[in-house]
């Protein structure tokens, strides 16, 4: 995720300043139209490009844009650093020359990494940690699946969070906070101010307490007067801690404001969870739902609002309770679905940590031995495996039936909820679900299972935003040496989901899941169509071989359907794997959640990455 696209310009320097660059420039000549590309400070992922003209330099300020692409003010956008000093290089358009010499980064000079070169990302971490109080794999997997919208949040509200950050308090207010306590020098507040909605920095230096009021100019960048600009307070604030920009001192010490109900993050567990929101319309609320993060009712639900997200087996002994209890559960009469082996009936889990809805696997009791067995290989791939994009296995239970009792996936298969709900769905949406999708395949993939039922009824809904893989009734877990599956006979099979290698050679690997995927990807991309209209799986077989492929479905983005026929390349050596997959998904995914800011924080927010 931390990859500089100007990473590989052989005349791209990091993080140097202006001075350092006019003496690179100066080293190599001083020759019309030299130039050399170097990281800006104040904007995200900005450069800046240095070029000399007639023996003097010019420093033009290349700024990313929300959508991801680059410009010079007033000049025309590119698609990267690169595309635009190419441009450059052919077209003045504005500059004093074009660029006709690159000012080359000898190889003993390594690109100086820059500031914030970290912390766009550390970032999104703190926020999730903070916000969820999610660890490790968990945030990793938000921090991917959800980076837009968490930059769009951090951009409007991440300061909200910090313990600097004093809400709305007078000036005397401030102060007398800063008194409180040790009064090192460095010590600081942020506040809002009261009239002007704009903020203020209260900082202790020499005892006594120093006020500042933070510039707010029309493009929405935050500075201290005749400071640097930044586009976040949290950013501001994260600058002044290495440079003074104007101030007494820099800053230190955060005041910590114990009023509001800051929640530090505990080292170890889950922080209690506050409840008590209302979820925006058509966002169906499961379980007992506990949410740290600021209530969602203005934006959208993401993930990690939902109680489905995090491994719900906070204590590693709770791992090894693979039965549960008959006591522990309460089961609804409600029906969510059917297959052969019995149904799938709503119900309660009860634990000492609360009552969770959970969808219980009800086998039916007379057709027991062979899908008794079945049931219990599910269980036992489900155990191994835990992803928030992932239907969890909660536990087995041995009652009146076997029961397998996993998460609850409330909104239901995405074939069906794309199909009833094609006028509120965007394509965004869909994307943003089937990266999911491809996040908990990469899972799959990395621990050596392959699903072998990958398909969009099988990707159940927790809401419209959180999508889960579940049905794992055909999985295998591979050897630790084996790329693919064997199966001895050929079985019901969902062919039309099935790459060639399967139906030829009855051979599954995760190469033939990324098949399936493409065709879950057609699936969702046509709201629930079926794939291959009417024909019969036999027919497929023959049309596949001869070459062809569905077609695009109708407002799918060629970039995805690009994916898709990758996904349906012929011989499994040369289709792209998971890895693969989630990449160009994310890529997407970041490209086109970019465009889509909340009103009025289109200036503010820049894409971070
Ligand atoms: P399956 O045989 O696993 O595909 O389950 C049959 C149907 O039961 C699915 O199509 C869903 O409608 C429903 N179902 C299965 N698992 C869940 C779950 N975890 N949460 C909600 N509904 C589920």
């Known amino acids: 995720m931390t990859t500089d696209p100007a990473a590989d310009l052989p005349f791209y320097y990091g993080s140097i300043s202006r001075s350092d660059a006019e003496e690179y420039l100066k080293l190599a000549g001083m020759a019309d139209g030299l130039f050399l590309l170097r990281q800006c400070l104040r904007s995200l992922g900005g450069y800046v490009l240095s070029v000399v003209w007639n023996v003097e330099f010019h420093h033009y300020s290349v700024e990313k844009q929300l959508i991801g692409t680059y410009c ?43 500031v914030f070169d970290n912390l766009r990302e550390n970032m999104l971490r703190e926020y999730v940690r903070q916000a969820w109080n999610l660890e490790g794999e968990a945030m990793e997997q938000a921090v991917i699946s959800q980076a837009p919208q968490l930059e769009k949040l951090i951009a409007t509200t991440a300061h909200e969070k910090m313990t600097w950050y004093h809400g709305k308090i007078p000036r005397q207010e401030g102060e007398r906070r800063l008194y409180s306590g040790a009064q090192p020098d460095g010590k600081f507040l942020i506040r809002d101010r009261e009239e002007s909605g704009t903020f203020a920095l209260s900082l202790m230096y020499g005892k006594t307490a120093y006020h500042y009021q933070i510039l707010h100019d029309k493009s929405g960048k935050y500075s201290m007067p005749e400071g640097t600009k930044f586009d976040t307070v949290w950013q501001l604030v994260e600058y002044l801690k290495m440079k003074p920009d104007g101030l007494v001192t820099v800053l230190r010490e955060p005041c910590v404001n114990n009023t509001t109900k800051q929640t530090p993050v505990l080292p170890s567990g889950r922080r209690q969870r506050t409840n008590g929101y209302t979820p925006p319309p058509g966002v169906p609320l499961g379980g007992s739902k506990e949410v740290t993060a600021s209530p969602p009712t203005e934006r959208q639900m993401l993930p990690m609002d939902c109680n489905e997200f995090a491994n719900p087996y906070h204590d590693p002994n709770d791992l090894k309770k693979f039965f549960i209890n008959r006591d522990q559960l309460m089961i609804d009469e409600v029906e969510l679905g059917s297959g052969n082996f019995g149904c799938v009936k709503k119900g309660v889990f009860k634990t000492q940590k609360g009552h969770t809805d959970v969808a219980i696997k009800v086998l039916k009791s007379e057709n027991e031995k062979l899908v008794k067995e079945e049931m219990m ?13 992932i239907v969890r296995m909660l536990g087995l239970c041995e009652a009146e039936s076997l029961m397998l009792v996993m ?113 879950t990807m057609w699936e969702a991309f046509s709201y629930g169509g079926k794939p291959y209209k009417k024909m019969k799986g036999p027919e497929v077989i023959s049309f596949i071989a001869n070459g062809n492929r569905m077609e695009c479905p109708p407002g799918c983005p060629d970039r995805m359907y690009a994916l898709m026929k990758d996904c349906w390349t012929y011989k499994h050596e040369d289709r792209p794997g998971f890895v693969k997959v989630e990449e160009r998904m994310r890529a997407f995914h970041y490209s086109i959640s970019n465009k889509t800011l909340p009103e009025g924080t289109a200036d503010i927010a820049e894409p971070l990455k």
């Open 407 to 519: 998460e609850m996936a409330a909104a239901g298969p995405l074939n069906k909820f794309l199909s009833t709900k094609k006028d509120t769905v965007t394509m965004e949406n869909i994307v943003g679900l089937m990266h999911q999708v491809s996040m908990g395949m990469k899972y799959l993939e990395e621990k050596n299972f392959v699903h072998r039922d990958l398909a969009a009824r099988n990707v159940l809904l927790v809401n419209q935003q959180f999508a889960k893989i579940s049905d794992f009734g055909l999985s295998k877990a591979l050897g630790a040496d084996d790329s693919y599956y064997k199966a001895r006979t050929a079985g019901k099979w969902p062919l039309k989901w099935y790459a060639p290698e399967c139906m030829n050679f009855h051979k599954f690997s995760s190469k033939s899941d990324v098949w399936s995927f493409g065709i």
């Open 72 to 114: 010079i003010a007033g000049g025309k956008s590119h698609c990267g650093p690169a595309e635009l000093c190419e441009f450059y290089s052919k077209d003045p358009d504005g500059l004093v020359c074009t660029l006709r010499k690159p000012c080359l980064r000898s190889p003993d000079v390594p690109i100086k990494a820059g």
């Open 377 to 389: 290989r599910e269980a036992e791939i489900m155990h191994q495996l835990s992803n928030p994009y």
